[in-house]
């Protein structure tokens, strides 16, 4: 059944949770271990119904925001996902006192527990409208965003739709996309401003309701972060800034050079003066090397992209009123993941499918749990997969980009490199926001800046004022949407360099590595799951350091000028 067909109904959450605590109730009064384990199954099979109505809607919503049907069934969700929530934690809450512990822990892994433990601390009856305002604000940012209609050079166009402008070779052309982008923002400004204060206060509230000194602490425990703190990320950022900045100012200064600039200005989002590479087809094209690069690659990938296709389970090009971005869901009761992206015809239409095809893959590898815990890991171990196998790809990247091949490559691993002080940014201006959630939002840009500064210093921006006082993260949705989610980016992309680093050694030994890691989807932890793989923990002192002098020595052996 394709997608399209899937049946979507509004679930009936009062009979839902009707239902949902007649089984809890049998799963509390259990005499047997076979009792409570039957109604165990019976549980996730009825939250799997449910949360599979809710990911349908939310796909076929961000797929077109204005949607008036999914719309309201948008609101629905951010009006009924707290109650869900709190029907979960109840069930946590019975299933860590349960009196057959052990052997539901021996039947269905220690990780479940863990994740229960730390998810009863994030929920009480207290916060339910807290949450739903919380919903209602980030889909507010969601929608806002998704409504961009800019003028530019005699057409309408999306926020994604600007994208190939700002990587013109032309940079008159760069300058004036980069401004039409920017000025949507800025004239957003005081609306984006709002709506973040409000996030941060209902943020910090529900913190202290909850017993804990800030939001950090609770945003910690929501991304279920059982074996790390932010300690261990504040140590990380700090490897960072000690052994990738410097590469990362070294990359750009070469860039400054290929392009014959005085100096790199916001709107130069050009690689090379003969242009960034791009894909040599349209989406259909780029689709039909994907899937013979995946026939390739393995037989689970070419069983994985063929169901994918058979399915209809992609909706990959931008169009007016799609949410921006790109994102992998999943339905449940179908077992099947869904890829939303926005090509736009950059090389970036390649990244993201990729990116987004680790996501599905690693679904798909883990779609018989019956625990619906363990179909996802946490969001760190979960962007390994996606990250990693944009490097799978390499052995296959010159169908896609041709003559363009070795410029990708390049761009490629250099932007990995570029991106993490940008990604631990992100983070450390977050953990200053809600360590300090009375600032102002004149406050909050300045401390952006600084951060900007410290992690990002070859960005300038003095020809733009919104972006000198700090503008730039308005942007970036995580920070509205999924608070100190972005900081697994970074941490994952030192997994997936090591992938990289693997696979030029012994490319077998990688991949086996990789569908160990896909395989055991959510059951273990992030730091669990990076040492069932092989791999070194990024929290580990020296692991920056030895992996960032293979990549600048194949950096350096590019003589970029000639691309």
């Known amino acids: 059944m394709k997608f399209q067909d899937y049946v979507y109904e509004r679930p009936d959450m009062e009979r839902f949770r009707r239902e949902f605590t007649a089984l809890l109730e049998r799963f509390t009064a259990a005499d047997t271990f076979e009792e409570q384990n039957a109604a165990f199954e019976a549980i996730n099979a009825a939250r799997t119904e449910v949360s599979s109505m809710l990911a349908i809607a939310r796909i076929r919503y961000t797929i077109n925001t204005a949607d008036p049907f999914y719309k309201a069934e948008q609101d629905f969700i951010d009006e009924q996902s707290p109650v869900y929530q709190g029907l979960i934690t109840d069930f946590y809450k019975a299933l860590t006192e349960s009196k057959f512990r052990d052997r539901l822990e021996a039947q269905w892994g220690r990780q479940l527990f863990a994740t229960a433990e730390l998810s009863q601390k994030t929920f009480a009856p207290a916060i339910v409208d807290d949450l739903k305002e919380e919903n209602k604000k980030t889909s507010e940012y969601i929608k806002l965003v998704a409504s961009a209609k800019i003028e530019f050079d005699g057409q309408e166009r999306t926020l994604s739709q600007l994208s190939p402008f700002m990587q013109s070779t032309d940079r008159d052309t760069r300058?004036?996309?980069?401004?039409?982008?920017?000025?949507?923002?800025?004239?957003n400004e005081e609306t984006v401003d709002g709506i973040y204060d409000e996030l941060v206060r209902l943020r910090t509230g529900m913190a202290r309701k909850l017993g804990y000194r800030n939001f950090i602490e609770l945003a910690y425990a929501r991304m279920n972060r059982t074996d790390y703190g932010p300690e261990q990320a504040a140590a990380f950022r700090k490897q960072v800034l000690e052994h990738i900045v410097p590469v990362a100012s070294e990359l750009s200064e070469r860039r400054r050079i290929r392009l014959g600039l005085d100096s790199l200005r916001y709107y130069d989002g050009l690689s090379f003066l003969t242009g960034n590479p791009t894909p040599k087809g349209?989406?259909?094209?780029?689709?039909?090397?994907?899937?013979?690069?995946?026939?390739?690659?393995?037989p689970e990938t070419d069983e994985f992209f063929r169901f994918m296709l058979d399915n209809g389970l992609m909706d990959l090009e931008s169009k007016p009123g799609k949410r921006v971005g790109g994102y992998c869901s999943?339905?449940?009761?179908?077992?099947?993941?869904?890829?939303?992206?926005?090509?736009?015809?950059?090389?970036?239409?390649?990244d993201v499918l990729t990116h987004e095809a680790g996501h599905a893959f690693q679904a798909y590898m883990s779609r018989d749990f019956a625990v619906p815990e363990y179909m996802h890991p946490t969001l760190d171990a979960c962007e390994i997969h996606s990250m990693s196998m944009e490097f799978f790809a390499w052995p296959w990247i010159g169908s896609f980009f041709k003559e363009d091949t070795d410029k990708y490559k390049y761009s490629?691993?250099?932007?990995?490199?570029?991106?993490?002080?940008?990604?631990?940014?992100?983070?450390?201006?977050?953990?200053?926001?809600?360590?300090?959630?009375?600032?102002?939002?004149a406050e909050r840009k300045k401390a952006w800046r600084d951060v900007e500064r410290k992690y990002v210093p070859s960005r300038v921006y003095d020809d733009m004022p919104f972006l000198e006082r700090g503008g730039f993260w308005h942007q970036q949705q995580h920070i509205f949407k999924s608070p100190f989610y972005y900081i697994d980016y970074t941490l994952a992309q030192i997994c997936a360099l090591q992938y990289w680093k693997l696979a030029n050694d012994d490319r077998d030994s990688a991949w086996s590595s990789y569908i160990r890691l896909c395989r055991a989807g959510g059951s273990d932890s992030?730091?669990?799951?990076?040492?069932?793989?092989?791999?070194?923990?990024?929290?580990?002192?020296?692991?920056?350091?030895?992996?960032?002098?293979?990549i600048r020595g194949w950096l350096d052996g590019i003589d970029d000028t000639k691309l």
């Open 175 to 187: 300058k004036r996309a980069a401004d039409a982008r920017y000025s949507f923002f800025e004239a």
């Open 282 to 298: 349209d989406p259909d094209w780029i689709v039909a090397q994907a899937k013979a690069m995946y026939a390739d690659m393995s």
């Open 330 to 350: 999943y339905i449940g009761t179908h077992k099947a993941p869904f890829i939303f992206s926005n090509f736009n015809g950059t090389s970036h239409d390649v």
């Open 412 to 441: 490629h691993l250099s932007g990995a490199i570029t991106f993490i002080p940008y990604g631990v940014a992100v983070d450390e201006f977050q953990h200053i926001v809600y360590e300090h959630p009375d600032m102002t939002p």
């Open 526 to 550: 992030f730091t669990g799951l990076v040492k069932l793989a092989g791999l070194r923990s990024p929290f580990e002192e020296g692991c920056v350091s030895s992996i960032i002098g293979d």
